[in-house]
């Protein structure tokens, strides 16, 4: 039930790096969100997708290889949207690059922390990867200046979503410390702070638990300029396997005594005994597809 990969050329030992800054991006974007799937898809990118949703220039050698990966569950039609407007970005951007869709297998409530945590370590497994982007299935990026790269210090994209629009501004963050939607991280950035943390089940907390761990690992969110990190957040209704952790307060004030005890090493030394496993993977079209439960 595999489809065979394609083998993405790397035969580039005659080419030049990629331009730091890439040539071809516009800046802001539109989206005309009454014709959405209209607005972000381009065939000709689309085209040049490899199967899993992998993609590497052809005539210059990327500055990196970016493993993008969105925990999702019951939105399909959000994925295909976000999925189509980052084939065309991340081409822009001269990126090499795979997106991965880990999804939630029902019955239990959805897990952010333990998508993110077997997300990164499949990814790792899968290809030679130096930067793992956790995506937020509804977030639309707004401004293609805003590249998928990583930096010394881990990385929040967003500077501003429209879901946390307030009065004129357009595109808002709910709070300063506000962590989450987007964040990119090498691989001993993201092992440094142990991951994630697998106990939230549901909505909330997950993102900022993850804060206090990178800052606990002696690291700092960094954000591009506040004109760049600007997000279209898809409108959704509320999800009923999703709902609101009214534990989330309780675990959140623990978490600096679980950080080096669970987290994306639970599933290297199986530390908690977790059950969760891979169910599935599937290279599809646009995207490697596993199903986690
Ligand atoms: C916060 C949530 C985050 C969420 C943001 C934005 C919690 C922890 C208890 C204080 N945090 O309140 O997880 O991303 O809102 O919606 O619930």
Same mark, same amino acid.
């Given at each position: 039930d595999l489809v065979p990969r394609k083998k993405i050329n790397r035969n580039k030992i005659s080419l030049e790096p990629c331009p730091i800054a890439p040539p071809g991006l516009v800046g802001k974007l539109t989206i005309n969100v009454q014709n959405i799937i209209k607005s972000v898809t381009n065939d000709d990118s689309l085209k040049r997708v490899v199967y899993g949703g992998r993609y590497s220039p052809e005539d210059c050698i990327p500055r990196e290889r970016t493993a993008v990966i969105i925990p999702y569950r019951d939105r399909e039609d959000h994925l295909d949207i /976000?999925?189509?407007?980052?084939?065309?970005?991340?081409?822009? #951007? &001269? @990126?090499? =690059? #795979?997106?991965?869709?880990?999804?939630?297998?029902?019955?239990? &409530?959805?897990? $952010?922390?333990?998508?993110?945590?077997i997300?990164?370590?499949?990814? +790792?497994?899968?290809?030679?990867?130096?930067?793992?982007?956790?995506?937020?299935?509804?977030?639309?990026?707004?401004?293609?200046?805003?590249? =998928? $790269?990583?930096g010394s210090q881990p990385r929040h994209l967003v500077t501003g979503s429209t879901k946390y629009r307030s009065g004129n501004n357009e595109y808002g963050l709910p709070y300063d410390s506000y962590m989450s939607g987007v964040i990119a991280l090498t691989d001993s950035q993201?092992? +440094?702070?142990?991951?994630?943390? !697998?106990? =939230?089940?549901?909505? %909330?907390?997950?993102?900022?638990?993850?804060?206090?761990?990178? &800052?606990?690992?002696?690291?700092?969110?960094?954000?591009?300029?506040?004109d760049i990190g600007i997000y279209l957040a898809i409108p959704h209704d509320t999800d009923s396997t999703n709902q609101k952790n009214p534990a989330r307060f %309780?675990? @959140?004030? *623990?978490? *600096?005594?679980?950080?080096?005890?669970? %987290?994306? !090493?639970?599933?290297?030394?199986?530390? /908690?005994?977790? +059950? =969760? +496993? $891979?169910? *599935? /993977?599937e290279y599809r079209k646009y995207y490697t597809w596993l199903l986690i439960g």
């Open positions: /976000l999925t189509r407007h980052l084939h065309n970005i991340l081409q822009r #951007q &001269q @990126l090499e =690059y #795979q997106i991965f869709a880990i999804e939630m297998a029902l019955p239990t &409530q959805f897990n $952010r922390g333990i998508l993110a945590n997300g990164v370590l499949i990814a +790792k497994e899968t290809g030679d990867f130096s930067c793992f982007i956790i995506h937020d299935v509804d977030a639309l990026m707004m401004n293609d200046k805003n590249l =998928y $790269r990583c993201y092992t +440094k702070a142990n991951g994630f943390s !697998n106990v =939230y089940f549901g909505w %909330g907390g997950e993102d900022d638990d993850f804060n206090i761990r990178v &800052q606990r690992a002696n690291m700092k969110f960094e954000r591009p300029e506040k %309780g675990i @959140l004030d *623990a978490a *600096a005594g679980r950080q080096w005890i669970e %987290g994306v !090493n639970s599933f290297i030394n199986n530390q /908690l005994k977790i +059950k =969760y +496993k $891979r169910y *599935a /993977l």
